[in-house]
């Protein structure tokens, strides 16, 4: 597979997520849509989390194997898993304190503040709380997909044609599901996001699928992977608790329930396309 195909199609797969996006769009939709869009972004983002915490770790169990084996020594085990909780540490721990910088830089109230905030309404970019929620979800998964883009060209540029076809067809349709995730804090909000806000949204989850496509047909790298995969491990469960205190807020523990199951449901389904390829 050449060059250009591999990233066309890594492109693809990686732009999927729009499919999901129109949904939110939707003007006033009922509360208990509203909670079901909610409940099922928490099962996608919590399959999510799962599944990229188990790549993430798999350099620590492979290197605590050889350990065992007599195969590698100690300094393997202590940097993979200074990666793996560095990194998850960072992407957890350090939303909190980025929300917090963003919130003592808000500007104070008065005629600039008000004209700066009608500006932004006009253009559909007001950072409304579900908004900033929306931005944060797209954050975690494109670091994942950044991920799966590395695993796409790897397998490309090492000749494993099948392998990365599977990789294609299998994350495409797996990022198709996680459009919902990012717009489902946008259903609570009165305004519509405008088309400019969900096409960056796509993009910034979209997107490093194409980047971590083209790097991984460069040249591989497992820490690099164990990084990527960690920090966006740490900023799924951030975003999980965040939508965890929305669902409570709005009650309907059944629908909840529901919510959360057929969400994993969607994440197992289609992850099986990959693990038929044996990655």
Excluded: C
Aim: aromatic share 8%; hydrophobic share 55%.
């Amino acid at each position: 597979m050449s060059e250009t195909r591999t990233l066309v199609l890594g492109a693809i797969a990686g732009m999927t997520i729009m499919l999901g996006l129109p949904l939110g769009r939707l003007r006033a939709p009922v509360p208990r849509l509203r909670q079901f869009l909610n409940a099922v972004a928490i099962g996608v983002l919590v399959f999510l989390a799962w599944d990229v915490l188990s790549h993430g770790w798999e350099p620590v169990d492979r290197a605590l194997s050889n350990l065992h084996a007599h195969k590698a020594g100690l300094a393997p085990v202590i940097g993979y898993a200074a990666l793996f909780l560095g990194g998850t540490g960072v992407g957890l721990v350090g939303l909190v304190y980025y929300e917090q910088l963003l919130g003592r830089r808000r500007p104070r109230a008065g005629v600039g503040a008000m004209a700066a905030g009608q500006l932004e309404r006009a253009e559909g970019w007001a950072l409304t709380p579900g908004r900033r929620l929306a931005v944060l979800i797209a954050v975690g998964i494109g670091l994942h997909n950044f991920g799966e883009g590395l695993a796409i060209g790897g397998s490309a540029a090492r000749g494993e044609i099948t392998l990365a076809t599977l990789l294609i067809i299998g994350f495409g349709l797996h990022n198709a599901t996680e459009g919902f995730g990012i717009v489902a804090p946008l259903a609570a909000e009165d305004e519509r996001p405008s088309w400019a806000f969900l096409a960056a949204m796509g993009l910034i989850g979209g997107g490093p699928t194409f980047v971590g496509t083209l790097v991984g047909h460069e040249f591989t790298s497992e820490a690099v992977s164990v990084m990527f995969l960690t920090l966006a491990a740490g900023s799924i469960i951030y975003v999980v608790i965040q939508l965890l205190g929305v669902a409570h807020r709005m009650g309907g523990r059944e629908l909840l329930v529901w919510g959360v199951f057929l969400g994993l449901v969607a994440g197992f389904v289609t992850d099986m396309v990959v693990s038929a390829a044996g990655a």
